[in-house]
C-alpha cells in the first residue's frame, strides 16, 4: 500500500550546507561534462526524502554514474518526474518524491528553483536554502554556491517546484547520516 508522508525540508537544507562546496564521495561529479546542479539538488531532496523511484527510464534514482536515471542529473527529466509523479502514483502505484509548478510566493527552504534562457530552454537546478528578507537564496553545483541571492542570477525565465511529500510503500528507515557523511546511498 502507498502512503505520503511529509518531505524533512531541513534535512534537504542540512545536507546542502555540508556538499554546496564540496563533493559527496557517494556520486559521480558531473562538472565540466554537462554540470552537476541536478545530480545535487536530486542528492539534496534524497536527504530530505530517503526513497528513490527505481522503474528504469521514467524514475528518480542513482545507484552508480552507469545505473542512475536520467531524472536524478538531468534538468528537464527532474523537472518531469516531479511534476507527473502524482498522476503517475495513480496510475502505477509508484514511489518517490513529488511536487507540483509553483509560484515564487509558494516555495519555501527545500523547494526547487530552474533557470532557462532567451529561447525557454532549462539549464539549471538549484535548492532553495534560506529565504532572508522577502530574497530566495540558493544553493548550488557547477559554480558552486551557498546560499547566493537567486536576485544575482541573470535569467531570463525561472520555474518553481514545490515538493509537496513523499510517496512510499511501508516504512522508510532515515538515509540521512548514511548520506550526510559520505557513507552509504539508500539501499545499497
Excluded at 11 to 39: E, H, M, S
Excluded at 75 to 93: C, I, K, Q
Aim: proline share 6%.
Amino acid at each position: 500500500m502507498i502512503t505520503v508522508r511529509p518531505y524533512l525540508r531541513e534535512a534537504a537544507v542540512t545536507y546542502a550546507a555540508r556538499w554546496a562546496k564540496d563533493r559527496n564521495p557517494l556520486f559521480y561529479n558531473f562538472t565540466g561534462i554537462g554540470g552537476d546542479c541536478t545530480n545535487f539538488v536530486s542528492q539534496c531532496v534524497l536527504a530530505g526524502s530517503c526513497v528513490m523511484n527505481f522503474t528504469p527510464d521514467f524514475g528518480w534514482y542513482y545507484r552508480s554514474v552507469n545505473d542512475r536515471a536520467p531524472a536524478f542529473t538531468g534538468v528537464e527529466y527532474f523537472w518531469d518526474f516531479f511534476t507527473r509523479v502524482p498522476a503517475f502514483l495513480r496510475a502505477n502505484g509508484g514511489i518517490g518524491p513529488f511536487g507540483r509548478a509553483a509560484t515564487r510566493e509558494e516555495v519555501t527552504p527545500g523547494d526547487v528553483v530552474q533557470l532557462a534562457d532567451a529561447a525557454g530552454d532549462f539549464y539549471h537546478t538549484l535548492l532553495i536554502t534560506a529565504v532572508r528578507e522577502g530574497e530566495l537564496l540558493v544553493s548550488a553545483h557547477s559554480n558552486d554556491v551557498y546560499n547566493r541571492p537567486l536576485s544575482e542570477y541573470d535569467a531570463p525565465q525561472k520555474r518553481f517546484l514545490r515538493i509537496e511529500g513523499v510517496a512510499c510503500a511501508g516504512m522508510i528507515p532515515s538515509c540521512f547520516a548514511g548520506l550526510y557523511t559520505g557513507r552509504r546511498l539508500p539501499f545499497s
